[in-house]
């Protein structure tokens, strides 16, 4: 029992503060940082388990990339300037996280009760986090530092490596796309491609109508064309 | 006692006297995980003091350095050479007053400078200024670095967010493209000198370019001259200095991100920014010239400084004679030339080093022709260096050839509205 035991606590608490306050909080933007937070409390549950290079790269990937992407986002959401955003379909919502609960609870849970350092009947947490309930063969610490970054190098490279390459493969995929999606156009390609999607569109609604359904709406893309 | 002797002595002071600090503090309170507490509380303290003991010293630093480049005196009259002015700066700093605007988001406004400068602190942690004189000499040091410095991109987000104004904003979107883009090449040029140091830390990284142990005993910049290049150039990126201070463009956006900011706060931002430059200098030092290593006539941490001031120095240069690059060129230089030519330099440098290795021990586990590290250097700086001008003749090629192009259609035009003005009215 050592003060890892409180900064355990403490991290918890702001995780948890922190990811409950990200679907509560009615400004988008404040729930987007304290995601933010949630993710600095997941790095240093890493620095508690002796596992820096994991606690680096969530803060580089989660904080540097993926979170500045969710602001960025919300920033370019419409409407979030005017008034606060509101949830509409928060019903689904609930329903999904309680689904992925479950899942996750089906997944982690008999991991958890057969892990060696947690008993639920008197609550004793995993053994890294306490100091020593149950004494591991590593003799220190600091010897097992270089050893579980070979491994997990070694890991990804050998047992692992056709998920790393698969890996690879979708994310040069996706950054094909992106530069796709992108890609230098000329002006009058833009135009013909807009005029092109008006036209189906008002086809599709002439349709709608002639079938008797619901008044047509003036077509999307056409008046994204007229910006 | 020789005089070889009393240069080691010196050498090591630095690192005596903090050792000599942490013993008293132990004898006083005894051994224990409280001592170690109050002894890392004290080294933060240490750490931060100096980082704010080094933004003063680069404030007036700068200035004069950036007033002789453009032929004026610079400060002058606060004390002798006008040393007293980052005293005189505080302040003011300290008596303006503080505003904060009315329709802020005052939280989010209020944490982000705060943010900045503790992201800048926190990056010191891992700076080796002398043997044994380390915040905490981590296994992962150099990644350590990058994680940190990716950190402050959302410090940056949430004051020109916070502060609900049009130009900062503006600054904050530059802002990601420019910190999240120029990442990539820094990171893709750190990983050549961990695959030569065979560590992430920076105390090994320091000695594999000495003469000790397994060490190569020459700097990393004449292993890897092309990483060095595009590491100082994307690190004046990533802290925003000029020529890439898009973020606070003063002719455009007014200040970017920190144009709500006075007094104080405002103090904080310059605080993470010249902390930030610091340590860019700072790394750059360790990772490519060795750190505080260096002939032992001069101490370790004199060493430390004198290159990390010869690198700021090279940021001021270019700060006092360069334009600012637009938005476009900047992405641009960042994403179509700077990361395929890293990623070029990493696959180089892994090929070259498989085939070339300096210790027996691995020769004789993985094959390959075992060389002295003198040849492995002039290896390694022979492709760097003609990978370099390769990639450099490639962009000019195309540079000019654009720039013809262009020139052609002009000239085209031209003609053809001069036939128009010649032609005879009427027809």
Avoid: C
Avoid at chain 1, 45 to 56: D, K, M, N, R
């Amino acid at each position: 029992m050592t003060y890892s035991i409180a900064i355990f606590v403490a991290l918890a608490i702001i995780t948890i503060g922190a990811a409950i306050a990200v679907v509560t909080l009615r400004n988008v933007f404040h729930a987007a940082l304290m995601l933010v937070v949630a993710f600095f409390g997941v790095a240093g549950f890493y620095v508690l388990l002796e596992a820096g290079f994991f606690a680096a790269a969530q803060v580089l990937v989660y904080i540097g990339a993926i979170s500045v992407l969710l602001i960025f986002s919300v920033m370019l959401t419409r409407g979030v300037f005017m008034a606060q955003a509101r949830n509409q379909q928060s019903g689904y919502a609930a329903v999904a996280a309680g689904v992925m609960f479950v899942l996750i609870a089906a997944l982690v849970g008999p991991i958890a009760i057969n892990w060696p350092g947690l008993r639920i009947g008197n609550f004793v947490l995993p053994p890294r986090v306490l100091g020593n309930p149950i004494e591991f063969a590593v003799p220190s610490p600091k010897a097992v530092q270089p050893d579980y970054l070979t491994r997990f190098g070694s890991n990804l490279i050998e047992t692992y490596g056709v998920g790393f390459l698969l890996a690879g493969v979708l994310l040069l995929l996706a950054m094909v796309g992106a530069i796709w999606v992108a890609r230098e156009r000329k002006l009058m390609e833009i135009v013909l491609e807009r005029r092109e999607m008006a036209a189906e569109a008002k086809v599709e609604s002439d349709a709608d109508t002639a079938a008797g359904a619901e008044p047509a709406t003036p077509p999307e893309p056409a008046a994204g064309a007229a910006h | 006692m020789d005089i070889f002797e009393i240069l080691k002595f010196i050498n090591n002071l630095l690192g005596f006297v903090f050792g000599e600090i942490g013993n008293f503090v132990t004898g006083l309170l005894g051994k224990g995980a409280g001592t170690e507490l109050v002894l890392m509380i004290l080294a933060a303290l240490g750490i931060i003091t100096y980082g704010a003991v080094t933004m003063m010293a680069l404030t007036w630093f700068e200035r004069k350095l950036v007033a002789r480049i453009q032929d004026r005196i610079g400060p002058n009259m606060a004390g002798p050479f006008g040393l007293m002015l980052p005293l005189a700066d505080g302040v003011k700093m300290l008596t303006k007053e503080d505003t904060t605007p009315a329709n802020a988001d005052r939280w989010v406004y209020l944490i982000a400078p705060l943010m900045i400068s503790a992201f800048a602190m926190t990056s010191m942690a891992v700076v080796p200024f002398a043997p044994n004189v380390v915040g905490t000499n981590l296994d992962i040091g150099a990644f350590f670095y990058i994680a940190i410095g990716s950190g402050s991109t959302i410090a940056i987000l949430m004051a020109g967010w916070g502060s609900n104004n049009k130009y900062s904003l503006l600054g904050a979107f530059r802002t990601v493209a420019q910190l999240v883009g120029y990442e990539v090449p820094m990171l893709l040029n750190v990983l050549p000198v961990v695959m030569l140091t065979g560590s992430m830390s920076l105390v090994d990284i320091i000695n594999k370019q000495t003469n000790v142990g397994d060490g190569y005993g020459f700097p990393f910049i004449l292993f890897l001259p092309l990483s060095a290049l595009v590491f100082i150039i994307s690190g004046i990126a990533e802290t925003g200095r000029s020529p890439f201070d898009l973020m606070e463009a003063e002719s455009e956006i007014v200040a970017g991100f920190h144009v709500e900011y006075s007094g104080m706060k405002f103090a904080l931002f310059m605080m993470g920014e010249y902390v930030n430059a610091a340590v860019v200098a700072f790394m750059f030092s360790t990772f490519f010239l060795g750190g505080y290593a260096g002939p032992i006539f001069v101490p370790s941490y004199v060493w430390f400084l004198l290159k990390s001031a010869a690198v700021f120095s090279i940021f001021m240069w270019l700060r006092g004679t360069l334009p600012r690059v637009r938005v476009d060129q900047l992405v641009n230089l960042n994403w179509k030339f700077f990361v395929p030519l890293s990623i070029i330099n990493i696959i180089m440098v892994m090929i070259v080093t498989k085939v070339f290795v300096t210790s027996p021990i691995q020769a004789a586990a993985n094959g390959g022709i075992l060389v002295p590290p003198v040849l492995l250097m002039a290896i390694l700086f022979a492709f760097g260096g003609g990978l370099m001008l390769a990639a450099l003749s490639l962009a000019a090629r195309s540079m000019r050839e654009k720039r013809e192009a262009e020139a052609r259609v002009i000239a085209e035009r031209r003609a053809v509205n001069r036939a128009f003005a010649t032609a005879p009215a009427g027809k």
